[in-house]
């Protein structure tokens, strides 16, 4: 059970738009649409901002959204601004016969 | 609005084992169709899913972790609890409990710092 794959680093200017891949496997992100994506401010606990690919919780700014083709799922910020200057994971279900869940090796997001 | 709390000893010694509890209100631990789980994650890295427990009692583990790993729940406290025998340094780590459905955990408690060391 190895981590999901994500860039370390991602930045951009306020407004724009960044885009976080998490790739994985045919075991995991490719095989179960069971894609959700975290936000982690420091000594915080994460939040969940994308469940199931790309639903949305309530109270979510609709600037997340996430997609996956394949054995990548993507997250995308729009209209970046400040306070999404944080850390985030993928977490994908990993398994047909049991529970199991994988994370990924998280992202900084610098919003420059 | 619920909320979850973990609690327990801050500082556990090498071969020992960790105990936390995460204690649940504004919400039933009985309630159907929620798992309720653990996360732990070492300081400056990522996180790691340790393992859940259905409301009925079932129990799911990380593969990695099972032979050390026990969750259970205590229904009538509201609360449920993880057992992490034989520890060593690598286990700590900030430790989080949280509920989710499927895949989503959207509540998470605040996590509590676990250091292991003589």
């Known amino acids: 059970q190895s981590a999901l794959t994500q860039p370390a680093s991602v930045s951009g200017s306020p407004g724009q738009s960044i885009t976080i891949s998490c790739t994985g496997t045919s075991s995991d992100v490719g095989g179960y649409n069971y894609v959700s994506w975290y936000q982690q401010h420091p000594g915080k606990a994460p939040k969940l901002m994308i469940y199931?690919?790309?639903n949305r919780p309530s109270g979510v700014s609709n600037r997340f959204s996430g997609s996956k083709s394949g054995n990548t799922a993507s997250l995308t910020i729009s209209g970046l601004q400040a306070e999404d200057e944080a850390d985030y994971y993928c977490s994908s279900y990993t398994s047909s016969s049991t529970l199991d869940y994988v994370f990924g090796t998280g992202t900084k997001v610098t919003v420059l | 609005q619920l909320q979850l709390q973990e609690s327990g000893p801050g500082l556990v010694k090498p071969s020992e084992t960790l105990s936390l509890t995460c204690t649940v209100s504004g919400g039933s631990i009985s309630s159907s169709s929620y798992y309720w789980g653990w996360i732990r994650q070492p300081p400056g890295k990522g996180l790691e899913w340790i393992g859940s427990i259905y409301y009925s009692g079932s129990t799911y583990y990380n593969p990695s972790l099972k032979s050390r790993v026990t969750i259970s729940v205590d229904t009538s406290k509201n609360q449920f609890s993880l057992k992490l025998s034989s520890v060593t340094a690598a286990d700590t780590a900030v430790y989080y409990c949280?509920?989710?459905?499927?895949?989503?955990?959207?509540?998470w408690g605040q996590g509590t710092l676990v250091t292991v060391s003589s």
């Open positions: 199931d690919v790309s």
């Open positions: 949280a509920r989710h459905a499927q895949a989503d955990f959207q509540h």
